[in-house]
């Protein structure tokens, strides 16, 4: 059983920063990749960032040198620090995971996901 456990959203004043931090535990093998997708009101669910194994990072277009993914190896954790938050900005942010359960396939997996609301 794996699981994604996120926190960190809440509400932000446009201009304003967060942080969101994903702890990913169980029978975990191999982690290829973690990141961030995140599903605004009406909309489609849409990646936001990435990063692999290798450290390689990937990012949207819209959220490109105002947010940074980063990551903690050995705690099986990712962060998405998120500055100059802007109205468009809030949805629920879901963490994501590309890995290995022991004996078995590899698969994605999903947090329940964290609402981050900007808005004065």
């Known amino acids: 059983q794996v699981q994604l456990v996120e926190s960190g959203g809440g509400l932000v004043q446009p201009g304003g920063s967060l942080r969101l931090s994903c702890a990913a535990s169980?029978?975990?093998?191999?982690?290829?990749?973690m990141g961030w997708y995140r599903q605004g009101p009406g909309k489609q669910r849409e990646l936001v960032a990435t990063?692999?194994?290798?450290?390689?990072?990937n990012y949207a277009d819209s959220v490109k040198d105002r947010f940074t993914i980063s990551r903690d190896v050995p705690k099986k954790t990712v962060y998405l620090q998120m500055n100059s938050l802007k109205p468009e900005d809030t949805a629920v942010y879901y963490c994501?995971?590309?890995?290995?359960?022991?004996?078995?396939?590899?698969?994605?997996?999903w947090g329940q996901g964290t609402q981050v609301t900007v808005s004065s």
């Open positions: 169980g029978s975990i093998f191999s982690i290829y990749a």
């Open positions: 994501n995971a590309d890995l290995r359960v022991s004996s078995m396939a590899r698969d994605a997996y």
């Open positions: 990063i692999t194994s290798g450290g390689i990072r």
